[in-house]
C-alpha cells in the first residue's frame, strides 16, 4: 500500500519560516512530478509548487521568491521551504505525487495524496 506522510507544519508568526516535508512509501517504481496545494477555508484547493524527477520547478506567483519546493529522489522525499510566511498563506497543505508502483505482475501508475498538514500564520 502506497502512502505519502507529510510533517512540519504549525503555527508561526508572520515573517517567519517553516520547511514542509513528505516522503513517499511502499511498492514504489518510481516517482515523477511532486508537488505541493493548498486549501484555505471556503477556498478551492490551489497549487503552490511542483517539481519534475529531473529537478525542474513551477510556482504560483503568490509564493515565487518566498517558497522553495527541492526534492530527493534517494529518499522519495519531496520538501518546500516557506519564508517570509504571510496570513494569506494560512491553509491545509498537502502533498502530490505522480507515482508508479509495482503490484502483482504489472506496474500501475496513479496520482496519490497525502493527509495534509495544518500551516497557520498568525500573530
Known amino acids: 500500500q502506497l502512502q505519502l506522510e507529510e510533517s512540519g507544519g504549525g503555527l508561526v508568526q508572520p515573517g517567519g519560516s517553516l520547511t514542509l516535508s513528505c516522503s513517499a512509501s511502499?511498492?514504489?517504481?518510481?516517482?515523477?512530478?511532486m508537488g505541493w496545494y493548498r486549501q484555505a477555508p471556503g477556498k478551492q484547493r490551489e497549487s503552490v509548487a511542483t517539481i519534475t524527477r529531473g529537478g525542474s520547478t513551477n510556482y504560483a506567483d503568490s509564493v515565487k521568491g518566498r517558497f522553495t519546493i527541492s526534492r530527493d529522489n534517494t529518499k522519495n522525499t519531496v520538501y518546500l521551504q516557506m519564508n517570509s510566511l504571510r496570513p494569506e498563506d494560512t491553509a491545509v497543505y498537502y502533498c502530490?505525487?505522480?507515482?508508479?508502483?509495482?503490484?502483482?505482475?504489472?506496474?500501475?501508475?496513479?496520482?496519490?495524496w497525502g493527509q495534509g498538514t495544518q500551516v497557520t500564520v498568525s500573530s
Open positions: 511502499g511498492s514504489i517504481f518510481s516517482i515523477y512530478t
Open positions: 502530490n505525487a505522480d507515482i508508479t508502483i509495482i503490484t502483482t505482475g504489472h506496474l500501475s501508475s496513479g496520482d496519490y
